[in-house]
């Protein structure tokens, strides 16, 4: 079954270094996500990407973070000048129809766990 | 605004005991709600959705648009659903909202 994978699985990186977060979606999903848990804390979403642009964003995604899909697989999280409270698990995700359908729904990959120093 | 909540971090039952999770949630359209599992060192994975009325690993999960709830249960815990589990709604963007998850243990 195919499954969304995320790299790397863990990042260590100092405060205010950049990050980039990957994600491969499952090849025909055309909606992708990317939520984050803090730790100990519950899971947030962060933005919803389609047809190349951000559908939805929260308020957590701010002007530091930015997405992008660089090419037909990859999915990515930048985060521009990291801070200490960045520190969480962030999971991608994608579905095929946005949750139009009632048999889809988001398949998330296994997270990436960013510590901030 | 919408909203998940889960009253309880933690529920400990033994094997073979009946259990419910519980999930109430917030919401001014018509909503869509799915309970997710996260097995230890697994992703998250879905376990069922309220539109299907199906019964996934003996679970069950019914919507009370009264009472707002959709607790999940299953007549008999099994040591394998020690996991963390998760209600989610989903909102007029199509995107999850998710409540702070309960981790279930079934002790033998």
């Known amino acids: 079954e195919p499954e969304v994978t995320q790299t790397p699985s863990h990042q260590v990186t100092q405060m205010g270094q950049e990050v980039i977060l990957r994600c491969v979606p499952i090849?025909?999903?055309?909606?992708f996500y990317w939520y984050r848990q803090i730790l100990g804390q519950k899971v947030e979403f962060l933005v919803s990407f389609y047809n190349n642009e951000i559908s939805e964003k929260s308020e957590i995604f701010d002007d530091q973070f930015s997405v992008e899909r660089p090419d037909g697989s990859n999915f990515t999280l930048k985060i521009r000048s990291t801070k200490l409270e960045d520190s969480a698990m962030y999971f991608c995700?994608?579905?095929?129809?946005?949750?139009?359908?009632?048999?889809?729904?988001?398949?998330f990959g296994p997270g990436t766990r960013l510590t901030v120093l | 605004a919408q909203r998940v909540t889960q009253p309880e971090k933690l529920l400990s039952v033994f094997k073979g005991a009946p259990v419910e999770l519980k999930c109430n949630y917030s919401?001014?359209?018509?909503?869509?709600l799915f309970w997710y599992v996260q097995y230890s060192r697994q992703r998250l994975q879905l376990l069922l959705r309220?539109?299907s009325r199906e019964s996934i690993k003996g679970f069950t999960a019914d919507l009370n648009k009264g009472e707002t709830s959709f607790h999940l249960k299953k007549p008999f815990a099994q040591e394998e659903d020690s996991a963390m589990y998760y209600c989610a709604l989903m909102d007029y963007g199509q995107n999850f909202v998710f409540g702070p998850g309960t981790r279930l243990s079934v002790l033998p």
């Open positions: 919401y001014s359209g018509s909503p869509e």
């Open positions: 995700a994608s579905s095929y129809s946005g949750g139009f359908s009632s048999t889809d729904t988001q398949y």
């Open positions: 309220h539109i």
């Open positions: 090849s025909n999903h055309l909606y």
